[in-house]
């Protein structure tokens, strides 16, 4: 029989098929973003919602907040933070946004799967209400990317 995985070590590994997969639920984020432009990014919905651009660099900032809650940071991305404006639309402008949402993904999948699993039920600090404990952030990571990643596959549709 094979070792016993720990909760930290589970998570982190969800939240990497998020990314990069096998998926259970279909298509990861890298994948539905494969193919698609910068042109196609900073395009922005008739109904005004965020660009898939805006929503890479939102799924980046709340990546950072969770990895910066590990370290023990008090950290909260500022409006400007959360939904930054796209500055410059051009292809390598385009590939920075990706390869820096990969960076700080690849940075949390490994802060989170050396977390300690005891530590799961403590509230991290600074965050109401009681149930914000890092064991509901970790798992919310996971969830909001994968929601993002569904807005993602839509607006690629569009």
């Not at 494969?34 to 709340?62: F, K, M, N, T, Y």
């Not at 990969?102 to 039920?121: D, N, T, Y």
């Not at 403590?122 to 914000?132: A, C, I, M, T, W």
């Not at 970790?138 to 929601?147: E, F, K, P, S, T």
């Amino acid at each position: 029989m094979g070792r016993k995985l720990s909760e930290t070590v589970r998570i982190a590994d969800q939240l990497q098929r998020a990314m990069d997969g096998p998926a259970w639920h279909g298509p990861a984020l890298r994948e539905i973003l494969r193919g698609v432009d910068g042109a196609v990014a900073a395009r922005r919905p008739e109904s005004g919602a965020h660009s898939i651009w805006e929503l890479v660099l939102h799924i980046r900032a709340w990546d950072l907040y969770a990895l910066r809650r590990i370290g023990g940071e008090e950290w909260e991305p500022s409006e400007d933070e959360n939904f930054p404006r796209v500055a410059e639309i051009s292809e390598e402008a385009w590939a920075k946004a990706q390869a820096e949402l990969a960076v700080v993904h690849s940075e949390l999948v490994a802060a989170m799967a050396k977390f300690p699993e005891v530590r799961l039920g403590e509230k991290v600090p600074g965050r109401d209400p009681d149930y914000h404990t890092f064991y509901y952030m970790l798992h919310g990571a996971v969830q909001h990317m994968l929601y993002h990643a569904g807005q993602i596959a839509v607006l690629k549709k569009g």
